[in-house]
């Protein structure tokens, strides 16, 4: 069974920086990508990042320059490093991969920035 672990997160305020982990539990033969959403109240989960197999790397417009995905190969973990935060980045973070051709999601972290 496979299972994505998020970790990290917390608060900061307006223009520092956070780390947040996903890693890949369980037997993970084929892990096509990694990618992170977030939702905040009242809004529909949105896509934020996310890195393949390949190593391309794509971001949505409202992180570009300030968000990175990076992975960790021999502890199968990712890694989302957000830069510069600002308060509308509060929300719910979601790992969701595509892992053996299926999809999964973790639980989801929160991040609070303050101004």
């Known amino acids: 069974q496979v299972q994505l672990v998020e970790s990290g997160g917390g608060s900061a305020q307006a223009g520092g920086s956070l780390r947040i982990s996903c890693a890949v539990a369980?037997?993970?033969?084929?892990?096509?990508?990694i990618a992170w959403y977030r939702q905040s109240p009242g809004k529909r989960r949105e896509f934020v990042a996310s890195?393949?197999?390949?190593?391309?790397?794509n971001r949505a417009d409202s992180v570009q320059g300030r968000f990175t995905v990076s992975r960790d190969n021999t502890e199968n973990t990712w890694y989302l490093q957000m830069n510069n935060l600002k308060t509308d980045d509060t929300a719910v973070y979601y790992c969701?991969?595509?892992?053996?051709?299926?999809?999964?999601w973790g639980r989801g972290i929160q991040v609070t920035v303050s101004s």
């Open positions: 890195l393949n197999s390949g190593g391309v790397s």
């Open positions: 369980g037997s993970a033969d084929n892990i096509d990508y």
């Open positions: 969701n991969g595509r892992i053996d051709a299926t999809q999964y």
